[in-house]
């Protein structure tokens, strides 16, 4: 396995091939196999890009056709027929159903861009600058979303202020519970010297930062009160959206109704970039032409492909089986964790999104070391990095989600007996 060239020439920067320290030359569906032959389950899917798979034979088909049709791979903003297909395909199965009518927005082809536009908006149409964010939050890593960030290892490498944030602990952090009535409680104080914020930027479930899954009740509390104080709510959706949880938004059947939502990993189905804010009209009026450009906001590939992935959400029972995949990640997970009570193991999350929070960073990271040797490819995340994160793509089949979970049983018990 030659990673020379890599070691060689590629920056310092490089992160996710040391934890997986092979070269892949293939993926189809659920696995990726190296140039050496060996076949790894992904039950990391591109930090939940996959939603539907390496390669998903739908969308490549889609993709070949567009490609051999001359179509419009690269365009800007202008408008294309593929990008006509996308829109006019989101509005029909997304937002008219749910009796949405806010509007697409699309920009830089990344997370971290889709909320530095959320950001920007929320403080144009406000005319206030802090937002309010919250830990054990990850909005990305450019310089606005790494200020609502809340991981130290990130914010230190910005090298300038990172501010504008009021911090506030999530639900499920200490101080959580009474976090919003007590800051309810200041913000009418005329002496507490807080100003009412623009927005409150909160993922309702929080990914990267340990899958922390918010209540619908705390949630409507954060929202009553930025209805009250007239700032935006502001959802980032990007991880734990387009159907991870067993519906299209991780917050359907709350009752939620946020001004933006930022979205971006799996949107554009097959891998390609692209991200896109739901903004609502009002909201939305605040732009002028051109205030949020970006080169790249007319990913004609991404449309293509992500035209199929909508397709998927026509079908009441890719749904029904993503919950039920779902729950057979939960019921073994918890299974594991009640053999490690003692050592108090967590279970958390919703549908296909799963984490196991092993309160040991050192000892998830021996652990992801030992699922990549045995063939399986996951992804620490939390505080320190102690929880194990499982997202396989939702297409994966019953067969090789019981594989990879029998890796992981068989390479916890190998990491406890090791130490």
Same mark, same amino acid.
Request: proline share 5%; charged share 20%.
């Given at each position: 396995?030659?990673?020379?060239?890599?070691?060689?020439?590629?920056?310092?920067?490089?992160?996710?091939?040391?934890?997986?320290?092979?070269?892949?030359?293939?993926?189809?569906?659920?696995?990726?196999?190296?140039?050496?032959?060996?076949?790894?389950?992904?039950?990391?899917?591109?930090?939940?890009?996959?939603?539907?798979?390496?390669?998903?034979?739908?969308?490549?088909?889609?993709?070949?056709?567009?490609?051999? *049709?001359?179509?419009?791979?690269?365009?800007?903003?202008?408008?294309?027929?593929?990008?006509?297909?996308?829109?006019?395909? $989101?509005?029909?199965?997304?937002?008219?159903?749910?009796?949405?009518?806010?509007?697409?927005?699309?920009?830089?082809?990344?997370?971290?861009?889709?909320?530095?536009?959320?950001?920007?908006?929320?403080?144009?149409?406000?005319?206030?600058?802090?937002?309010?964010?919250?830990?054990?939050?990850?909005?990305?890593?450019?310089?606005?979303?790494?200020?609502?960030?809340?991981?130290?290892?990130?914010?230190?490498? *910005?090298?300038?202020?990172?501010?504008?944030?009021?911090?506030?602990?999530?639900?499920?952090?200490?101080?959580?519970?009474?976090?919003?009535?007590?800051?309810?409680?200041?913000?009418?104080?005329?002496?507490?010297?807080?100003?009412?914020?623009?927005?409150?930027?909160?993922?309702?479930?929080?990914?990267?930062?340990?899958?922390?899954?918010?209540?619908?009740?705390?949630?409507?509390?954060?929202?009553?009160?930025?209805?009250?104080?007239?700032?935006?709510?502001?959802?980032?959706?990007?991880?734990?959206?387009?159907?991870?949880?067993?519906?299209?938004?991780? $917050?359907?059947?709350?009752?939620?109704?946020?001004?933006?939502?930022?979205?971006?990993?799996?949107?554009?189905?097959?891998?390609?970039?692209?991200?896109?804010?739901?903004?609502?009209?009002?909201?939305?009026?605040?732009?002028?032409?051109?205030?949020?450009?970006?080169?790249?906001?007319?990913? !004609?590939?991404?449309?293509?492909?992500?035209?199929?992935?909508?397709?998927?959400?026509?079908?009441?029972?890719?749904?029904?089986?993503?919950? *039920?995949? !779902?729950?057979?990640?939960?019921?073994?997970?918890?299974?594991?964790?009640?053999?490690?009570?003692?050592?108090?193991?967590?279970?958390?999350?919703?549908?296909?999104?799963?984490?196991?929070?092993?309160?040991?960073?050192?000892?998830?990271?021996?652990?992801?070391?030992?699922?990549?040797?045995?063939?399986?490819?996951?992804?620490?995340?939390?505080?320190?990095?102690?929880?194990?994160?499982?997202?396989?793509?939702?297409?994966?089949?019953?067969?090789?989600?019981?594989?990879?979970?029998?890796?992981?049983?068989?390479?916890?018990?190998?990491?406890?007996?090791?130490?």
């Amino acid at each position: 396995m030659d990673t020379t060239v890599f070691e060689t020439h590629e920056s310092a920067i490089r992160g996710y091939c040391r934890n997986f320290p092979t070269v892949f030359e293939s993926a189809s569906g659920a696995r990726q196999v190296d140039e050496d032959g060996k076949s790894y389950l992904d039950f990391f899917a591109g930090a939940g890009v996959l939603n539907f798979g390496h390669n998903n034979p739908r969308m490549k088909d889609a993709l070949i056709e567009f490609i051999q *049709a001359d179509g419009v791979a690269h365009s800007l903003d202008t408008y294309t027929t593929t990008k006509r297909d996308f829109i006019s395909r $989101f509005q029909e199965v997304i937002l008219e159903p749910r009796g949405m009518d806010h509007r697409m927005q699309f920009m830089g082809p990344t997370g971290s861009n889709a909320v530095e536009a959320a950001m920007k908006l929320a403080r144009r149409a406000t005319g206030r600058r802090e937002i309010v964010a919250f830990s054990h939050g990850f909005h990305g890593m450019t310089l606005g979303a790494l200020a609502a960030t809340a991981n130290d290892a990130f914010r230190q490498w *910005a090298g300038v202020p990172l501010d504008n944030i009021l911090r506030l602990p999530f639900e499920s952090a200490p101080g959580g519970r009474t976090a919003i009535s007590e800051y309810a409680a200041a913000l009418k104080d005329p002496s507490s010297g807080l100003l009412p914020p623009a927005a409150f930027l909160v993922e309702p479930i929080q990914a990267e930062g340990g899958v922390n899954v918010a209540s619908a009740s705390w949630l409507h509390e954060v929202q009553d009160l930025a209805h009250e104080v007239g700032a935006l709510l502001i959802f980032d959706d990007i991880q734990a959206g387009i159907g991870r949880t067993g519906s299209y938004f991780s $917050f359907d059947g709350m009752g939620l109704d946020p001004d933006i939502i930022t979205l971006a990993k799996g949107l554009g189905g097959f891998g390609t970039p692209i991200a896109m804010n739901l903004n609502k009209p009002e909201v939305d009026d605040h732009w002028a032409p051109g205030a949020h450009t970006g080169t790249f906001r007319g990913q !004609g590939l991404s449309f293509v492909a992500g035209t199929v992935a909508l397709d998927y959400f026509t079908d009441e029972s890719f749904l029904a089986d993503v919950l *039920a995949k !779902g729950e057979v990640m939960r019921e073994r997970l918890t299974r594991i964790a009640s053999a490690h009570r003692d050592d108090g193991w967590e279970v958390r999350g919703r549908g296909m999104i799963q984490g196991l929070d092993t309160g040991d960073g050192a000892f998830a990271k021996k652990l992801q070391q030992e699922c990549f040797d045995r063939g399986l490819l996951i992804g620490p995340c939390g505080s320190g990095g102690r929880v194990i994160k499982l997202i396989p793509p939702l297409i994966i089949p019953d067969e090789e989600l019981a594989e990879g979970l029998d890796l992981l049983e068989q390479a916890i018990d190998a990491t406890v007996k090791d130490l």
